[in-house]
């Protein structure tokens, strides 16, 4: 059994930081792309960020390119989302899902990712 858990979401002002992590357990030896998306109120689910995990490339909404980092801890089973230069408008519930054996092609579409995490609020006040 596939677990991912999103921990570090919070509320911060605008212009702040934050990391959130999302911690993967069980069978993670197929997983090759893990990413990041969000859903805010009333939004559909949007892709943030993913990374490819032999290769360590990476790939970024336009919105949070230039803001936001994704990286991987091999040792650790870990996924990291830094994100600085935050803005109300990255107000949202954010998740972490990973893929097996997916095509790095379709690392931003969300229906492709098999394994989901339960979201961790992130909440940026003006």
């Known amino acids: 059994q596939v677990q991912l858990v999103e921990s570090g979401g919070g509320l911060v002002q605008a212009g702040g930081s934050l990391r959130v992590s999302c911690a993967a357990s069980g069978r993670t030896s197929s997983f090759n792309i893990m990413g990041w998306f969000r859903q805010a109120p009333g939004k559909e689910r949007e892709f943030v960020a993913a990374?490819?995990?032999?290769?360590?490339?990476?790939t970024y909404a336009n919105s949070v390119k230039g803001r936001f980092t994704i990286s991987r801890d091999n040792a650790k089973n870990t996924v990291y989302l830094q994100m600085n230069s935050l803005k109300p408008e990255d107000t949202a519930v954010y998740y972490c899902?990973?893929?097996?054996?997916?095509?790095?092609?379709?690392?931003?579409?969300?229906?492709?990712?098999?394994?989901w995490g339960q979201g961790t609020q992130v909440s940026v006040s003006s």
């Open positions: 899902a990973a893929q097996d054996s997916g095509l790095w092609a379709f690392a931003s579409w969300a229906h492709v990712y098999a394994y």
């Open positions: 990374i490819h995990w032999g290769t360590e490339d990476t």
